[in-house]
């Protein structure tokens, strides 16, 4: 089986001593730990973390290197809430692609990535013993994010067999005076789910009827198949005044290490996360908003280089799904799964009853060397499943299944 006590190594009991209780009781997600067991397997094959196989596109590249040649100020601090052109250009590419109108001074911020926005968010209005609604399974990093807040996350079970459906029902059932807020995902990582108008409009008249924020996580907003219609929570005005979304250059551009974001919310709310930005980063790294600029400026929504850039990236990547769910087809034996309408993921269910999703993923990458993502590591709805990324090139893509079909005729 190989040596599984590497893994003991990162589950074991830590020492806690004097450390606050916000960092002690959360851990580091299994998308993290399966790369750092991996590093002691040699040749392996990764569908685990969510990272593209393409690199950051030539045009952002080339006016970096322009603006490091010619800028004297790139290596220093902009202002705390991001360049000003670049929040202008947000604003654009919001109006354009949400039908949003957004004061780019008071309603944006650039970020440290996504993920900085989400937990600035998540910090400024999450007080020690605040419910906050989440669906599962979820990202993992949101549990975190809520749990470092001294929140309490309330899992709320996607309907899995009506294709990850949100289940409204469930979420009205879960209020109580100690709710805050809702944490939502959407196009969904683990599941690739991408929730219907019908579905959003009635979260937010839940969340609009008891008072609650929603934290909105819309990495994935570009990328939705089968032309499939895209629908955003930023599209309800009356949601505006409870509504906190942050989106990300690393997805739709590949700037997965820039480490560039944003928000969009009300005045009020931004001016209130800034405090926690400011006392955290500062600002966003100012070279990293030099790319995230040049993206968006060939970006008009129409023939821009940007534009031919993602179209193509959507275009590869519904290949990447179609390859990765036809290899599925032939493991009906050991795992179902949903066909992901959005992102980059399938979460398949593993139909081998004796194993977990912490057996199955240390099953594969100690046995086939391939590295997969524990569904346990998603909330409570996780367990039974694993994550597949299929950002992978294809030919690694192909690579990995033709390992996983060895390793799945034991349980024939």
């Given amino acids: 089986m190989g040596d599984r006590s590497v893994y003991r190594s990162v589950g074991q009991k830590e020492d806690t001593d004097g450390i606050a209780r916000r960092v002690a009781q959360i851990t580091v997600s299994a998308i993290k730990q399966m790369p750092v067991l991996a590093s002691k397997v040699e040749g392996c094959i990764s569908l685990g973390q969510g990272i593209p196989s393409f690199e950051t596109p030539s045009f952002i590249r080339e006016a970096v290197i322009e603006a490091l040649r010619s800028d004297h100020a790139i290596g220093k601090y902009s202002l705390q809430p991001g360049l000003s052109e670049l929040r202008i250009e947000i604003a654009r590419h919001l109006q354009q692609t949400k039908g949003i109108r957004i004061d780019p001074e008071k309603e944006i911020f650039v970020s440290c990535g996504a993920m900085e926005a989400l937990a600035a968010a998540t910090a400024t209005i ?3 013993g605040d419910e906050v609604l989440i669906p599962s399974p979820t990202y993992s990093s949101h549990i975190e994010q809520i749990l470092f807040a001294e929140g309490k996350p309330v899992f709320v079970p996607l309907i899995e067999d009506q294709e990850w459906k949100l289940d409204l029902e469930g979420f009205k059932r879960a209020i109580t005076p100690k709710s805050k807020a809702i944490f939502l995902c959407n196009p969904m990582n683990p599941t690739g789910a991408v929730f219907s108008q019908e579905e959003l409009e009635t979260l937010a008249q839940i969340a609009l009827e008891h008072n609650l924020f929603v934290i909105n996580d819309e990495a994935y907003d570009f990328l939705v198949y089968d032309n499939l219609p895209y629908f955003s929570l930023t599209s309800i005005p009356d949601l505006k005044k ?23 919310a009300s005045a009020r709310i931004v001016d209130q996360v800034l405090k926690v930005h400011d006392a955290f980063a500062i600002c966003a790294p100012r070279v990293s908003q030099y790319a995230a600029l040049a993206a ?5 929504g129409k023939d821009g280089e940007g534009d031919r850039s993602i179209q193509q990236l959507v275009a590869r990547l519904a290949s990447r799904r179609e390859i990765a769910c036809q290899r599925l087809n032939n493991l009906l034996h050991v795992f179902s799964y949903i066909k992901p309408r959005g992102a980059y993921y399938v979460f398949p269910k593993i139909m081998i009853k004796e194993m977990g999703s912490m057996d199955v993923s240390l099953d594969l990458l100690y046995e086939a060397k391939v590295i997969t993502i524990p569904g ?5 709805s996780g367990e039974g499943h694993i994550r597949l990324s299929f950002g992978a090139t294809e030919e690694e893509i192909n690579k990995a299944f033709d390992r996983i079909d060895i390793w799945a005729k034991n349980y024939r």
């Fill in 242 to 264: 409870n509504l906190i979304t942050t989106y990300s250059f690393s997805k739709m551009f590949c700037m997965t290490g820039w480490r560039v974001g944003y928000m969009y």
């Fill in 296 to 300: 968006l400026k060939a970006t008009n």
């Fill in 126 to 128: 999450v007080e020690r």
């Fill in 376 to 380: 346990s590591g998603f909330g409570p």
